[in-house]
């Protein structure tokens, strides 16, 4: 077989906010109980941002712990693509900002904003730059502060969201056989804008307004969109869910999660779930759900992982990577 260049993972990191938020701690802010989100989410604690922590210090820091595992220096990366719907300002780019922090004066960086798809958009973006030989070694990162764009007042939403950050390094190499990403599929439309959105902008209302969301409606599509990506992921790569090692799905609703794995007929013992103790990160779950599972020994080189996600627009999509 003749060598291709493929994009490699090399490592991965994470990082949390320091404050941990239990469901218990809602008690006075709204009408809600441990039960009623654990019931309907799956989520019993998330980190929430602190004075001094934000979508760059975040980043920073898990970008920090991928080359740390790949045992590499921040001289070594010529591309970031860093994923969030809540960069730190309005411009320069988030991602220009933890080159800055990294000491990185060479190569470019940019931001990419697909919400809760966001990582899935990152990672396929950066694959293209490195197989066409635009960069040799990327930080992909998927870093949020959404618990600064809630509503405290509406239980239906404030309720569903944590902060935090999670970082992958890739590198192109000419690689024998299929390790490296294999296939991505992405897909939008903004038909379904209302359904979950945040009611603020720059060139709208001048702020930076608050998230909202339609959760039957946003379920009710959910299982649907992203079975369909991964099967059209299957379609393209000649894989099936028999062979699947490892399915890491965004991590919003412990019920979504639950009802597209057994849609895909991927066993429960094979999902990587953190959306417990993490909440929904939006484009930061999948990294962070990767850097737990690389770390505590389920995720092995040479195993075949799933991702996929769904967010706000709506965006959805999937990837599959021979680790």
């Known amino acids: ?17 320091e404050r941990v938020m239990t469901n218990r701690d809602f008690d006075g802010v709204v009408e809600t109980s441990d039960e009623w989100i654990r019931q309907r989410t799956g989520i019993a604690e998330r980190h929430i941002a602190g004075e ?8 920073e820091a898990a970008a920090r712990r991928a080359l740390d595992a790949a045992s590499l220096q ?11 719907a809540t960069p730190d300002h309005t411009f320069p780019a988030s991602a220009v900002q933890v080159q800055n922090r990294l000491g990185i004066h060479h190569g470019f960086a940019f931001d990419v904003h697909a ?31 959404f618990s600064r764009i809630l509503d405290w007042s509406d239980r239906t939403t404030c309720v569903l969201f944590g902060d935090g950050a999670g970082a992958i390094v890739l590198e192109a190499r000419k690689e024998e056989g299929d390790r490296g990403v294999l296939v991505s599929k992405l897909r939008s439309d903004g ?5 979950l959105f945040v009611d603020g902008g720059p ?10 969301m339609e959760g039957r409606e946003v379920f009710r599509h959910a299982v649907g969109m992203i079975t369909d990506v991964i099967e059209d992921s299957f379609a393209e790569s000649g894989f099936s869910a028999e062979d699947i090692d490892w399915f890491v799905p965004h991590q919003a609703n412990r019920r979504i999660i639950d009802a597209s794995a057994k849609k895909l007929g991927i066993p429960s013992e094979k ?5 417990e103790k993490h909440g929904n990160t939006s484009a930061a779950s999948i990294p962070l759900a990767l850097d737990i599972a690389a770390r505590d020994g389920r995720i092995q080189r040479g195993q075949l992982v799933l991702l996929e996600a769904m967010g706000g627009g709506f965006t959805w999509g999937a990837c599959l990577i021979r680790w």
């Open 1 to 17: 077989m003749n060598a291709s260049i493929r994009s490699i993972v090399l490592g991965t990191g994470s990082a949390l906010p």
């Open 52 to 59: 001094g922590e934000t979508t760059v210090s975040l980043g």
């Open 74 to 84: 921040p001289a070594d990366i010529d591309l970031i693509v860093l994923a969030t």
């Open 115 to 145: 919400v809760c798809t966001g990582f899935v958009y990152a990672l396929t973006t950066a694959d293209l730059y490195l197989r066409s030989g635009l960069a040799k070694r990327a930080l992909v990162i998927g870093a949020e502060t």
């Open 191 to 195: 038909v379904h804008k209302e359904k």
């Open 203 to 212: 060139s709208t209302t001048g702020t930076v307004g608050h998230l909202r």
């Open 271 to 275: 999902v990587v779930v953190t959306v």
